[in-house]
Structures are given as C-alpha cells and as structure tokens.
C-alpha cells in the first residue's frame, strides 16, 4: 500500500489549504486512517483521525477549523484546512492501518506566514 500527500505550500494567515492523500489501494480496507503534522525538532501531533467505528475525531488546536473527508470511490481522503495559523506551519501526513500495519505518505510541507 502506499500513500501520497499532495496540496501543501505557503499560504498568508487566515487563508485555507486542502490535502489529499491518495492511497493505491481500497481506502474501505483500512481500520482507520489518520492525519498527523510535525514541526521540525517535536513530536508528532495526531490532528484528525477517521475510523468506522468512532467516526472522526479532530485534535483541540485544529477543531472547528479542519474538516476531514474521504472519497471511496477515488480511494483519496482530504484535509480542508481554513483560517490558517502560523503554527500550524509543519509536514503532514497521512496514516492508514489495516489489522497491525500502519502505512505513511512521505508529508506535504504546509507554511503560513504573514
């Protein structure tokens, strides 16, 4: 299985980015899939979190401004990221587990600034 981010760059403060994650095989196959950030030198945050089971589950720093979506029929799931902060400057990436592995896309840079 393999994942690809795509759809990160610069944007001003206050603006909107949308992530996609295209996987190469059934995103239905997958126990959950997630999204998670990292700014350089810390720990990597989980911000969005999608499974069957519990539905989808947003981190506090990003709730009420990131809305997680997927599509099944184009195997892709999307981040829509508004009102942008410059912290929210980091690599993000996707995660899907199936059973006891856990696959990652390579991260997409997204950088806010004024």
């Known amino acids: 299985v393999q994942l690809a981010e795509s759809g990160g760059g610069w944007v001003q403060t206050g603006g909107s980015l949308r992530l996609s994650c295209a996987a190469s095989g059934s995103i239905s196959s997958f126990d959950n899939i997630v999204w998670y950030r990292q700014i350089p030198g810390k720990q990597r945050e989980l911000i969005a979190a999608?499974?069957?089971?519990?539905?989808?589950n947003y981190a506090d720093s990003v709730k009420g401004r990131f809305t997680f979506s997927r599509d099944n029929a184009k195997d892709t799931v999307s981040l829509q990221m508004n009102s942008l902060k410059p912290e929210d400057t980091a690599v993000y990436y996707c995660?899907?587990?199936?059973?006891?592995?856990?696959?990652w896309g390579q991260g997409t840079l997204v950088t806010v600034s004024s």
């Open positions: 995660s899907a587990q199936r059973g006891r592995l856990k696959y």
């Open positions: 999608s499974s069957i089971e519990s539905g989808t």
